[in-house]
C-alpha cells in the first residue's frame, strides 16, 4: 500500500529559477542611497552609498567636510562599496550638493525620518 501525500513533489522543478539570467533583479546599484542613522541621544549619522565609479569618495568627503562644517569618514563596506559617513543630518545638503554639481536627482534616494 502506498500513501500519496509522503512522497516529495517539487511544483517548481520544471520551471528552474526564472531569475536565475538576470543577476542585478531588485539591484540599487545605479541609485545613490542618502540615510541618516540615530546614534545615542540627539546624534545622528548620515551615510552615503552607492556613488558611481567616476567620483572619487575621498575628494567628496574633503568637499562635503568643507561645505557642510562637520566631520566625516570613508569607511569600507563589504556590499556596497566604500560608504562616506557625516556628522548629524546632512541629507538634504548632500542631496542639493550632487545635483548642483551635475548629478540626475532620479537617481538619488534620500531615507530617513
Known amino acids: 500500500m502506498s500513501v500519496q501525500n ?24 545605479d541609485y545613490i542611497h542618502i540615510r541618516i542613522q540615530q546614534r ?11 556613488l558611481p565609479t567616476e567620483y572619487d569618495p575621498k575628494k567628496l568627503l574633503k568637499a562635503f567636510k568643507k561645505e557642510f562644517a562637520c566631520n566625516g569618514t570613508l569607511v569600507e563596506d563589504e556590499k556596497m562599496g566604500q560608504v562616506i ?3 548629524g543630518d546632512q541629507r538634504a545638503k548632500i542631496s542639493t550638493f550632487l545635483v548642483e554639481n551635475g548629478m540626475d536627482r532620479a537617481t538619488i534616494k534620500v531615507h530617513g525620518f
Request: net charge negative.
Open 6 to 29: 509522503l512522497n516529495t513533489f517539487d511544483p517548481f522543478a520544471d520551471e528552474g529559477d526564472p531569475l536565475a539570467d538576470n543577476a542585478n533583479v531588485g539591484s540599487t546599484s
Open 40 to 50: 545615542n541621544g540627539r546624534k545622528t549619522l548620515t551615510t552615503l552609498q552607492g
Open 85 to 87: 559617513q557625516l556628522q
